[in-house]
C-alpha cells in the first residue's frame, strides 16, 4: 500500500481515506478493469456488426489485447474475484457483449469465454512450446466453435 500511495503522490495513511485495505483496492480494481474490457468489447462488436464482419473474431481480439496488454490485472480479475465486493453490474457488463453476440446463450458465452480465457493464460504464463503461434490458435479455435 505504500508503493502505490508513493505512485500517487499520496502519503499511505492518506490512500486509507479512499480504500480500507489492500483487498478493498483491488476489488475496485477489478470493479474498474471489468468496466473497461466489457467497453473494449463493446466497441469491437458495434465495429464488426457495422462491417458485418468477424464478431466473434472482433471481440476474441478485443478481449485478448485487453488481457495482455493489462496482465497483471487481468490475473486479479480471473484470480482473485470476489463477486459479492465487486461493483454491482461490473461483471455483466464486461459479458454482456459476448452474449449479445450469441444470441443472448449464456452456456454458448461461457464456453467461448472459457477458450479464450484458456488461451490467455497459456498466452500469459508462456506455456506454449517454443515455435507455437498464439494467432493461429486463436483462428483455428474459433473456426472449430464456430462449426
Avoid at 49 to 72: K, M, N, S
Avoid at 99 to 121: N, T
Amino acid at each position: 500500500m505504500r508503493r502505490i500511495a508513493a505512485e500517487l503522490n499520496l502519503r499511505a495513511p492518506s490512500l486509507y481515506e479512499h480504500v480500507a485495505d489492500k483487498r478493498a483496492l483491488e476489488n475496485a480494481m477489478i470493479s474498474q478493469a471489468f468496466y473497461e474490457q466489457g467497453d473494449a468489447t463493446r466497441s469491437a462488436l458495434d465495429a464488426a456488426v457495422a462491417a458485418d464482419g468477424d464478431r466473434l473474431g472482433a471481440i476474441g481480439q478485443a478481449f485478448r489485447t485487453y488481457a495482455l496488454e493489462h496482465p497483471h490485472l487481468y490475473r486479479l480479475m480471473t484470480q482473485r474475484l470476489d463477486r459479492a465486493a465487486l461493483d454491482p453490474g461490473a461483471e455483466l457488463h464486461a459479458g454482456q457483449p459476448l452474449r449479445d453476440a450469441v444470441g443472448g446463450d449464456l452456456v454458448e458465452a461461457r464456453v467461448l469465454w472459457a477458450f479464450a480465457h484458456g488461451l490467455i493464460m497459456l498466452e500469459l504464463n508462456d506455456r506454449f512450446p517454443p515455435g507455437t503461434d498464439p494467432d493461429e490458435l486463436w483462428e483455428v479455435g474459433l473456426a472449430a466453435l464456430r462449426r
